[in-house]
């Protein structure tokens, strides 16, 4: 199972500390648009940390299948299949959203068994 591109995605207190901080460990903010105010995702080379303040409650890894900012990947697995897959594992999902339509956006959690947050997320 491709799970597709990963990032981590910390739960900060100020978005512009934790800006300043990782700008200072070399990384550059690439999203979001000028519009959103409580996000952003942070890059160093290949190494992506998105920050968020007010959105998550933890720290959370963060997959998406299919593609990374508006890039679609070629030959992806669609998270509906992924979602399918891991279901008849016996993995819990929860907070599903876009599951109506057969392809397109969606996305999920599941939780690893020391309740860590994993965010499989699909944009396109």
Known sequence: MNLGPFSICLAVKDLQASRSFYEK???TAVSPDPEHTN???MKNDKTEVAIFQGIFE???LCFNPGGH???PLT????????????KAKG???TEETG???KSGPAGFFVADPDGNPILIEQHV
């Open 58 to 60: 933890k720290n959370t």
């Open 69 to 71: 900012f508006g890039k």
């Open 99 to 101: 599951f109506d339509s």
């Open 91 to 93: 993995v819990e999902t």
């Open 39 to 41: 996000w952003l995702v």
């Open 75 to 86: 030959g992806f697995t669609d998270i509906r299949e992924i979602r399918r897959e891991l």
């Open 25 to 27: 460990l070399g990384f």
